[in-house]
């Protein structure tokens, strides 16, 4: 498939068919409406499953059902509906069911505004549901890197029986480019889905059951001590991030999708006067790459921590900074997207950004 011009809404549905998906099921709510749209066509088409459900709520335990089966099963919402969704993701992520998850951010809090934000990372990496889980949660800044994400996507969820979050703003949702479906991904060696509830067929005598309930309390943390060592696991092998221009550089930007798209031009504006600023560039939000800060050169003293909400991120920044570097915050919320002048401002009155 040669390079193809596509809006990233529907360019995240297609990377899914690729990925394998088998089913989907969601509600509509902007600004991801095309998601869904674009899969009610060709997921029935090619005799997989789609379901508008009556409500967020169903749709995630349908996704849990699914996944209990063994089925590669996705959904997609946008920030008030993700929150509908914590519940069921939390038993998801409890019960060790692999399934993908597409968040394509909006303003608020509440149901705030249909622009792009990035407001939505507290309920991504924080976990929005009850108890001690985690997501393994992608914050691609382009509509290619989504789509190499999403390919890869069902594999990493097969792979640690866990739920994977792809999140991005409305922008990139919105938004059109010039994409390429046939770049390689990762591959990862699978074993079956012994685990699935697809009956005793094969496996005569034995029962497989999907749960999250632990009345015993001694059962229930040997259960977290074992999702603690998985998450753990996760940390080691699937960190990812990207160093921007770190040749000895003066400042450092710290900034993820969107926000590092304006944050590169910024860069570059930057250096015509002069100043010589690199990028720490989170691609996985959880886990976060806190490593990349121990390979901050020696020239820097400042980092400026870039977003679209009111410093969400900030704080991870200022728990893998740890103290070294005297950090400050740029961000804009309900919508709003800065122009890159508004960074390069940033950085030459950074005394007034100083948070620590």
């Not at 990035?118 to 976990?127: I, L, N, P, V």
């Not at 999907?210 to 943390?221: F, G, M, Q, R």
């Not at 870039?306 to 005297?326: F, P, T, W, Y």
Request: glycine share 10%.
């Amino acid at each position: 498939m040669a390079k193809v011009l596509m809006k990233g809404n529907e360019a995240i549905a297609l990377a899914a068919i690729k990925g394998g998906v088998d089913a989907f099921y969601g509600y509509p709510i902007t600004p991801q409406n095309e998601v869904p749209e674009y899969l009610s066509k060709h997921l029935l088409a090619n005799g997989k499953v789609f379901l508008q459900a009556e409500s967020e709520v169903s749709a995630i335990n349908m996704v849990y059902g699914a996944a209990g089966a063994g089925a590669r099963v996705m959904t997609s919402s946008s920030s008030p509906g993700i929150a509908l969704k914590q519940e069921g993701i939390s038993y998801i992520a409890a019960a060790e069911l692999p399934c993908v998850i597409v968040s394509v951010m909006r303003g608020g809090p509440g149901l705030g505004g249909i622009q792009p934000s990035q407001a939505d990372y507290y309920q991504a990496t924080r976990g929005g549901g009850n108890g001690d889980y985690q997501l393994i949660v992608y914050a691609p800044e382009s509509i290619q890197e989504t789509i190499d994400t999403m390919k890869g996507a069902f594999d990493t969820a097969d792979f640690y029986r866990n739920p994977v979050l792809v999140l991005v703003d409305g922008l990139i949702g919105q938004m059109m480019e010039s994409v390429d479906f046939d770049k390689p991904i990762k591959q990862r060696k699978l074993e079956p889905k012994d685990w699935a509830t697809n009956g005793t067929f094969n496996h005569p005598g034995r029962r497989n059951i999907a749960n999250s309930l632990h009345l015993d309390p001694v059962k229930l943390e040997i259960h977290n001590n074992h999702l603690h060592e998985k998450y753990n696991q996760i940390k080691e092998n699937e960190t990812q991030y990207e160093m921007v221009n770190m040749d000895n550089p003066d400042f450092v930007i710290v900034a993820y999708g969107t926000m590092a798209r304006i944050c590169r031009s910024a860069i570059s504006m930057l250096e015509e006067q002069g100043i010589h600023v690199g990028m720490i560039r989170p691609i996985t939000i959880w886990p976060y790459p806190e490593k990349a800060f121990d390979e901050i050169p020696a020239s820097c003293k400042r980092i400026l921590c870039c977003e679209l909400s009111m410093g969400q991120m900030l704080d991870d920044v200022l728990i893998a900074n740890n103290g070294r570097h005297k950090v400050g915050f740029f961000g804009r919320s309900g919508g709003m997207v800065p122009d890159p002048e508004e960074i390069v401002d940033a950085i030459l009155h950074f005394e007034d950004k100083v948070v620590k």
